[in-house]
Structure formats: structure tokens, C-alpha cells
């Protein structure tokens, strides 16, 4: 059974630091990209972050660009984000997804909700002023 879960939220303060995990189970999926989206209370879920199968090219949404880095360790099967300068409207439940088909070589980034597969069940990040 596959599982993604996710781990490192919190409540900080404006300014603060945090790093999310997601440990993937059940399956390896580094032939596949990976991202981090989020949903903020009454939104809709949005794209943070993608990352090819190598880890080779990187995408940001431009809110986050500059702030957040994604990166993965194929050999764990996990994906993190590290997110920096953390401001109040970046509060929202944190989820990663596995890509539903394998992009090979290509610097494609799904960016759209069904262009996932695989979900965890998301870790809150909350960010006081």
C-alpha cells in the first residue's frame, strides 16, 4: 500500500524557519516528480513546489520563489522543503504528492492537482505576525 506522510509542521513566528518531510512507502518513486501544494482555510489547493526525478530542476510558485527550497533523498524515498522568512499568509495545510506518470528526462513541472497521484495527508504550518 502506498503512503505518503508527512511530517515538520508547526506554529512559528513571522520570520521563522521550518522544514517539512514526506517519506514515501509502499513503492520507490524516484522515477517520478514530487510537490508540495497547500490549502489555506476557504482556498483552493495551490502548487508550492515541484521536483524532478533527479532532483535536477527545481519549481516555485512565485509567492514562495527565493524563500522555500525543495529538494529529495531518492535513496530514503523522501522529499523535504525547506522554508525560510516564513510569513503569515504561507499558514496553510501542507500536503505532498507523487506525479501520476513519469516525465523521463524532460524539466516538466505538474503544477495541477491532476497531474498527482499519490497524497499524504497533509502537516499544518502556522505562521503568527
Known amino acids: 500500500q502506498v503512503q505518503l506522510v508527512e511530517s515538520g509542521g508547526g506554529l512559528v513566528q513571522a520570520g521563522d524557519s521550518l522544514r517539512l518531510s514526506c517519506a514515501a512507502s509502499g513503492r520507490t518513486f524516484s522515477s517520478y516528480a514530487m510537490g508540495w501544494f497547500r490549502q489555506a482555510p476557504g482556498k483552493e489547493r495551490d502548487i508550492v513546489a515541484v521536483i524532478t526525478w533527479s532532483g535536477a530542476g527545481t519549481y516555485y510558485a512565485d509567492s514562495v520563489k527565493g524563500r522555500f527550497t525543495i529538494s529529495r533523498d531518492n535513496a530514503k524515498n523522501t522529499v523535504y522543503l525547506q522554508m525560510n522568512s516564513l510569513k503569515p499568509e504561507d499558514t496553510a495545510l501542507y500536503y505532498c504528492?507523487?506525479?501520476?506518470?513519469?516525465?523521463?528526462?524532460?524539466?516538466?513541472?505538474?503544477?495541477?492537482?491532476?497531474?498527482?497521484?499519490?497524497w499524504g495527508q497533509g502537516t499544518q504550518v502556522t505562521v503568527s505576525s
Open positions: 504528492a507523487v506525479a501520476l506518470i513519469s516525465y523521463g528526462g524532460s524539466y516538466y513541472y505538474p503544477v495541477r492537482s491532476f497531474e498527482y497521484e499519490y
